[in-house]
């Protein structure tokens, strides 16, 4: 049987928050299931260094859901379903569990940023604000998105795969002309 302390991140001085993730790993909904501990270890983790508001689905991808480093996030929606399921398995545990913790962890809808409350707070978004789906909407525009930090990766391989391409089109041109004497039909 999995260990509930598997994949908590080390909180130094946080003692809190810590016994938050051992009770919410020990629950039913994240007892079995130890894609969804090393996911909510791998955000809270990277939130607590200060990188939460700067993950992508590439990097959950790779870094907490064992994806190789050619995964394509554009048309692969798996990070971005495997933490749709963490955000309701949190709920459904605070629907049942929440009044016994001092503490509230949520990942709020646009980003893949934890937030941490008290019971009388809940969460909220990051500027404080409470209305995640106002400031959502307030920062989408017409304009396109940037590009994901992994797209020159997947450039690079696509030129590589193109190079790698050609080179064995002109071997095999190459190859032809060799047994055939130089004349071609």
Excluded at 5 to 23: K, N
Excluded at 105 to 129: H, L
């Amino acid at each position: 049987m999995p260990n509930s302390r598997d994949h908590i991140p080390d909180f130094g001085d946080a003692e809190d928050l810590r016994e938050e993730m051992v009770r919410i790993f020990a629950a039913r909904q994240f007892r079995r299931s130890p894609v969804m501990r090393k996911l909510f270890g791998f955000l809270v983790s990277e939130t607590l260094a200060g990188r939460g508001g700067r993950l992508k689905a590439y990097t959950i991808a790779v870094d907490a859901l064992g994806k190789p480093p050619t995964f394509d996030a554009q048309s692969d929606a798996y990070p971005r379903v495997q933490v749709g399921r963490l955000r309701g398995l949190l709920d459904e545990f605070y629907e049942e569990n929440g009044e016994s913790g001092p503490l509230r962890f949520a990942i709020p809808k646009g980003g893949y940023a934890v937030s941490f409350g008290t019971e009388e707070e809940a969460p909220t978004d990051e500027t404080g604000t409470g209305d995640i789906e106002a400031e959502i909407d307030a920062t989408q525009t017409d304009a396109p998105m940037l590009p994901d930090a992994d797209r020159p990766i997947r450039e690079q391989l696509r030129l590589w795969r193109l190079a790698a391409s050609v080179f064995a089109a002109i071997a095999l041109v190459l190859a032809i002309l060799q047994f055939s004497g130089g004349r071609l039909a």
